[in-house]
T-cell receptor, first 114, second 114 residues
Framework: KAGVTQTPRYLIKTRGQQVTLSCSPI?????VSWYQQTPGQGLQFLFE???????NKGNFPGRFSGRQFSNSRSEMNVSTLELGDSALYLC?????????????FGPGTRLTVL | GENVEQHPSTLSVQEGDSAVIKCTYS??????FPWYKQELGKRPQLIID?????GEKKDQRIAVTLNKTAKHFSLHITETQPEDSAVYFC?????????????FGKGTHLIIQP
């Protein structure tokens, strides 16, 4: 099976702009989670989608949003970019069944905000 | 919410020796504990995971132990090899990594000295 894919791999934006990142899960996986990775804060949970519904959200401002499509592909959007949003954004997919789930990560999108 | 502490932040061992990384968690409801390995510039990859109904799990040179009473779990790598050099992250979740997301430790940079 093909792994989790993310596009684009690299992105450079300026403050105040908005950005949309895309994630395609492993075939058959219905859950997609998003994480932000920075040197200072490590890996932090943003939100999780299952069957086009956001099931949970981490402690991030409303500028961070996402959605999931009927084919389980997911996008996340960051509006009004700030310098501190520079990070590696990782998505992870899982079957979505609950306690026996395992998350598999994509390669990430490296976002640089200038 | 859940809080995961990971120690040490850097660990240097001689090739062939064993390495041990320890994590503690705060939420007694957590029931899923994966370990991820991340090489420089690559995605986190699951190396082993353990669920709360199991005290120990082994996969070749890698083992994880879980003490639910003390709320801590550890990763043990025996007969370390140069390719074991990477950053290792522990994580905890109350739902198998789905709806509640994974809470990660800050990571341990494992260096294998030749």
């Amino acid at each position: 099976k093909a792994g989790v894919t993310q596009t684009p791999r690299y992105l450079i934006k300026t403050r105040g702009q908005q950005v949309t990142l895309s994630c395609s899960p492993i075939s058959g996986h219905r859950s997609v989670s998003w994480y932000q990775q920075t040197p200072g804060q490590g890996l932090q949970f943003l939100f999780e989608y299952f069957s086009e519904t956001q099931r949970n959200k981490g402690n991030f401002p409303g500028r961070f949003s996402g959605r999931q499509f009927s084919n389980s592909r997911s996008e996340m959007n960051v509006s009004t970019l700030e310098l501190g949003d520079s990070a590696l954004y990782l998505c992870a997919s899982s079957l979505g069944g609950g306690t026996t789930d395992t998350q598999y990560f994509g390669p990430g999108t490296r976002l640089t905000v200038l | 919410g859940e809080n995961v502490e990971q120690h040490p932040s850097t660990l240097s061992v001689q090739e062939g020796d064993s390495a041990v990384i320890k994590c503690t968690y705060s939420d007694s409801a957590s029931n899923y504990f994966p370990w991820y390995k991340q090489e420089l510039g690559k995605r986190p990859q699951l190396i082993i995971d353990i669920r709360s109904n199991v005290g120990e799990k082994k996969d070749q040179r890698i083992a994880v132990t879980l003490n639910k009473t003390a709320k801590h779990f550890s990763l043990h790598i025996t007969e370390t090899q140069p390719e074991d050099s990477a950053v290792y992250f522990c994580a905890a979740s109350t739902s198998g990594g789905g709806a509640d997301g994974l809470t990660f430790g800050k990571g341990t940079h494992l260096i294998i000295q030749p």
